[in-house]
């Protein structure tokens, strides 16, 4: 008897259709599947084997043929268990799979018939939803993901006789349903600029790179409050909108990091991958491409602390997801595409020891040559996509010793928020969400300019030797703010203040 049951695969984030069909026929005692599958769908069937036999059910002793159609697209992921043995089990005429005609099927089986959480839920629901399924069985441990997905009918199940009863009419078990309620209010636990003392150049750019989502790059001697400063900036980044929402939890799924008892991300992601990671790691790879840390961080925060350590190769692979926005992975079962929508924040000494430039006590022992090594690790057209540029100094006595007030982050990001907001009204009509993302025929319509400012760019143009990279960058940058400080047009201290994060002229010798 044939039998069959809908379930899908996932390629990047690429969602494909596909039935699961078996055939149980006369013949020797046999399992085949075809239809391209990986080697954990070739496992399968010994999983679903032990999981039919420990729920007390019967595996039939004959010829199954398992097809996975469309068979011309590689199939991958353990969650093609569970229908399979659905598929198996109606075949051999054990359930009836008639409530099954309009439902998708998720689910790894573990051997006593538990089911286990699968990754890339969420968009595999919200793709097989556009495309008319409207019920779908997955494990309890996926629920929470699963209920994102307005308007679709889950179906929780904890063990692989849950469904089979279900099916059978003799326990029906619990369905739920949306809407699901966004709450983006959500408080953003994180560590608070109040408590950073001193360094309000830096403070000032990590306001305007959280207002306009820039890439940023500090430099200064060891202690000066780099890597302080950084690790506070998800505390005054905006809140998420739920569409940003939806695309970073998509991303998470896929890659296995989701918290089971969340389900949708609500704050921005900080990552800070250690000097020492891959380049694969970096952008994403492996035998089935996962996403990487460009990924990873979309719409949030990728920071490099010490930049010249990391390797060449790892560096001068971000210069495309920096300015495409995303990455692209090829290999040689097909190519990939993962969002990479990042905040590029990055820390570095100015020389090997530290501490050139610096009027503190220590001297820089470092020569020119190791001076001029070290920073041209990082390459000019790296150097050309950071938007701003911020040297900080030594922290003084006098800043650590002061009892008095700093501001917080709560009253900074309501700021960055206001200027995100003026940016999001700006911009509804289009593809931009903030101003970084702006290009082409968007900057000359966005970025005008009076004529004081005019006059000042076209002074530090040729001055400063800008290309024409740099010189949109400057303009996102002076955007930004005006954006902050409530203007429509650019004006000439607006610009001032953004030429001044491109002047690296002290850096070298």
């Known amino acids: 008897m044939l039998s069959k049951v809908k379930t899908c695969c996932l390629t990047g984030l690429i969602v494909t259709m596909i039935e699961v069909e078996v055939d149980i026929s006369k013949g020797l005692p046999n399992v085949n599947v075809v239809g391209l599958p990986d080697m954990a769908i070739k496992e399968s069937k010994d999983r679903v084997r032990a999981a039919i036999q420990n729920s007390g059910f019967d595996f039939p002793l004959k010829r199954i043929t398992i097809n996975l159609s469309p068979a011309h697209i590689k199939k991958e992921g353990s969650h093609f268990d569970l229908p399979i043995a659905l598929g198996i089990l109606g075949a051999s005429v054990q359930i009836p799979l008639e409530e099954l005609e309009d439902t998708l099927v998720l689910g790894e089986l573990s051997l006593d018939g538990k089911t286990n959480k699968v990754d890339g839920v969420l968009p595999m629901l919200l793709e097989t939803y556009n495309k008319g399924i409207k019920k779908v069985i997955v494990p309890y441990e996926n629920l929470e993901e699963a209920k994102i997905v307005d ?66 790059l500090t430099i200064g001697p060891p202690g000066s409050g780099k890597t302080m400063a950084a690790r506070r900036l998800p505390s005054i980044l905006p809140r998420l909108t739920f569409q940003e929402a939806l695309e970073i939890t998509k991303i998470y799924s896929v890659a296995g990091l989701l918290n089971a008892h969340e389900g949708l991300i609500y704050n921005r992601p900080f990552r800070s991958p250690h000097h020492t990671s891959s380049t694969v790691a970096i952008t994403g790879g492996g035998r ?120 917080s982050s709560e009253e900074i990001r ?96």
């Open 151 to 216: 308007g679709i009918e889950i179906i929780p199940v904890h063990t692989l006789n849950d469904i089979m009863l279900h099916l059978m009419g003799e326990k029906r078990l619990d369905t739920h349903t949306g809407p699901f309620k966004y709450n983006r209010n959500e408080k953003i636990n994180s560590e608070d600029f109040k408590d950073l003392h001193g360094q309000e150049n830096l403070k000032r750019a990590l306001e305007i790179a959280a207002s306009g989502n820039h890439n940023l």
């Open 288 to 407: 089935i491409p996962k996403p990487g840390e460009v990924s990873l961080s979309h719409y949030g925060v990728l920071f490099l602390d010490e930049l010249p350590e990391f390797s060449k190769a790892s560096l001068e692979v971000l210069r495309q997801p920096m300015e495409d926005k995303v990455i692209h992975i090829s290999r040689i079962n097909g190519s990939y595409t993962y969002p990479a929508d990042f905040m590029l924040l990055a820390a570095m000494n100015p020389c090997p020891c530290g501490y050139y430039g610096t009027d503190g006590g220590q001297q820089c022992n470092c020569t020119a040559g190791q001076i001029n090594r070290y920073i041209g690790k990082i390459s000019g057209p790296l150097m050309d996509r950071i938007d701003i540029i911020v040297e900080t100094s030594a922290v003084k006595y006098k800043d650590l010793a002061d009892n008095g007030r700093s501001e």
């Open 414 to 509: 309501k700021r960055v928020e206001k200027a995100r907001e003026i940016q999001l009204g700006r911009y509804r009509k289009t593809k931009y969400l903030f101003n970084s993302q702006l290009n082409g025929a968007a900057i000359n319509k966005y970025c005008s300019l009076n004529s004081s400012a005019q006059q000042l760019m076209n002074l530090a143009f040729h001055r400063m030797n800008l290309s024409a990279r740099g010189y949109n960058r400057v303009l996102k940058v002076a955007r930004t703010i005006a954006d902050l400080d409530g203007q429509d047009v650019i004006c000439e201290k607006h610009l001032a203040e953004a030429l001044q994060y491109r002047n690296l002229s002290g850096l070298i010798p």
